[in-house]
């Protein structure tokens, strides 16, 4: 789960770490009222996106009228960033803050290093806009620091890395804090990512200017608080339907839609539409345990995208029967008025039983064995595209 900037700068300062002065604002009315504490500001669009500076979605004021103008022309506007697909974000909301003067700027992360089954401190001396070219073009200069949970965050560690990124020793003992802060804030909140970019050095302190924290989804049930700081109009409303049902829906840019039981065979799927030179529309995995009902919700979904030419039922039966999910197929094919290819291929537990079933439907199904195979028929389905 993603929040936004403002709420993260939150979470930090609730641990300690310093940041800006600021407010959010949802109208021209409440910018010009924050504005006037601060004169001088700077006004940030609010989405779950990255890149928001290179396109525009922060800008510096001069004074209250100033901030009004350029609030404009963010609020309540489509932002295009390199993250938030074609389409953009609506900026709903606007953080209204305190202008910081910056002799330096880092960036600061920690996050899960699954391969190595540990943590991981990412950090560059060379923080703000760039830092994905400079990841990309120079990773020379991205430093990590791995570190066991069990064993904690060590002096050790965060001294390799204040000098890794050429910090002054004299704000080694805030640097300290710092990282500690974040550290804990990832363990306490079951954080999947805890983001400073840039960290800046102003004046005397280190403060937050920007920040980005991402939770584990398994482990919001244990964190009420923060649930509450989500925002569903930041998410795909295909997603949210998907919840529900307890589908594992993620949506993507192509045009072949695909339905398969287990994230593995999932990942697979999507992999073969590709290599056959196909797209695949979304990740779509409906579990061991789904129902004619949830197979119908998930075609509605999948049938949601505009974008979606084909349809590929991909289902290797297991504990998921062959014939649930054809009866599942047949109950949402009526009820949706399916008006797209459907490629289906089902092998497993109650093959012969599912196959009657979708053999005496009166559907029209491309019937397909084997994943190449079926990732053939779906790609030729969608017009080869």
Same mark, same amino acid.
């Given at each position: ?100 003067? %910056? ?17 991981? %401190? ?73 983001? %400073? ?74 992999? %073969? ?113």
């Amino acid at each position: 789960m993603k929040i936004h900037e403002y709420q993260a700068k939150e979470l930090l300062k609730s641990y300690g770490v310093k940041v800006p002065k600021g407010e959010v604002a949802t109208s021209l009315e409440e910018v010009e009222t924050i504005a006037a504490k601060y004169g001088k500001c700077v006004i940030k669009a609010q989405i779950h996106s990255g890149g928001r500076g290179k396109a525009g979605g922060v800008k510096l004021a001069e004074n209250v009228e100033d901030a009004k103008a350029k609030a404009a022309k963010i609020l309540h506007q489509r932002l295009i960033t390199n993250q938030s697909g074609p389409e953009g974000k609506l900026v709903n909301k606007v953080l209204v803050g305190e202008c910081c003067d %910056i002799a330096k700027e880092f960036y600061l992360s920690i996050t899960i290093d699954n391969a190595k089954e540990n943590l991981v %401190i990412i950090a560059s001396a060379e923080g703000g806009t760039e830092i994905e070219e400079i990841a990309k073009d120079n990773p020379e200069l991205i430093i990590k620091e791995n570190y066991l949970l069990s064993a904690g965050l060590k002096a050790e560690n965060i001294k390799n890395v204040a000098e890794a990124i050429k910090l002054d020793t004299k704000y080694y003992s805030q640097f300290e804090a710092l990282l500690m802060a974040m550290h804990q804030l990832l363990i306490d909140k079951d954080a999947s990512l805890v983001e %400073i970019n840039p960290l800046i050095i102003s004046g005397e302190d280190l403060i937050a200017l920007d920040a980005k924290v991402n939770f584990d989804d398994n482990a919001l049930m244990l964190h009420p608080e923060i649930v509450e700081l989500r925002d569903p109009s930041e998410e795909d409303p295909k997603e949210l339907e998907a919840e529900k049902y307890d589908l594992n829906y993620i949506a993507l840019d192509g045009n072949i839609a695909c339905l398969v039981n287990g994230a593995g065979l999932a990942m697979a799927t999507m992999d %073969i539409i590709q290599k056959f030179g196909g797209r695949p529309a979304n990740f779509l995995d409906v579990g061991g345990s789904a129902t004619a009902e949830k197979i119908t919700a998930a075609f509605e979904i999948l049938l949601a995208d505009p974008k979606v030419e084909a349809i590929l039922v991909n289902i290797f039966g297991g504990i998921m029967k062959c014939d649930i999910i054809a009866e599942g197929i047949v109950e949402a094919t009526k009820k949706t008025n399916l008006n797209v290819p459907l490629v289906v291929r089902l092998e497993g537990t109650n093959q012969k039983e599912g196959s009657a079933i979708l053999a005496n439907s009166g559907i029209e199904i491309i019937y397909a064995e084997g994943l190449s195979n079926a990732a053939k028929k779906a790609v030729a389905a969608a017009g080869g595209k």
